[in-house]
């Protein structure tokens, strides 16, 4: 019996530069509804989300994973948010969804080569999904 290990490059990774920690979690949203699909329709959907987490990576983590949760479950692609509130490490934002069909591309956020970062323009996220 023998075994060895195959190197698998389904990762894709996405990098948000903006102004303000606030951009970076808006600017991640428009990414991923842009991954998932523009079949998208119906009357707008709204929905809470509170996380908190242990710094501002992690917690732009957790969101990602929220927004893919309501995509897998309620077949919701969130398309812009409403109010936002970045307080120490708690998040609190009221997220603007459409109803549809969204590609369930996206299996999971890793924390492998996670970053949240001041950048000469503000800040700069690093957040890698496995696909």
């Not at 509804?33 to 929905?47: F, H, S, T």
């Not at 929220?66 to 997220?95: P, T």
């Amino acid at each position: 019996m023998s075994y060895h290990w195959l190197e698998h490059t389904a990762e894709l990774a996405l990098e948000v530069e903006a102004a303000t920690e606030q951009e970076v979690f808006v600017d991640a949203l428009r990414a991923l509804a842009e991954l998932q699909g523009n079949d998208v329709g119906g009357a707008p959907v709204g929905r809470e989300i509170l996380l908190s987490a242990t710094d501002r990576a992690a917690l732009l983590a957790r969101w990602l994973e929220e927004l893919l949760y309501l995509g897998e479950i309620e077949d919701l692609v969130a398309i812009g948010v409403d109010a936002f509130d970045l307080h120490d490490m708690q998040l609190r934002a009221s997220v603007q969804c459409r109803r549809g069909n969204p590609r369930h591309l996206v299996k999971g956020v890793t924390y492998h080569r996670l970053t949240f970062e001041p950048s000469d323009h503000g800040v700069r996220a690093t957040v890698v999904l496995d696909v």
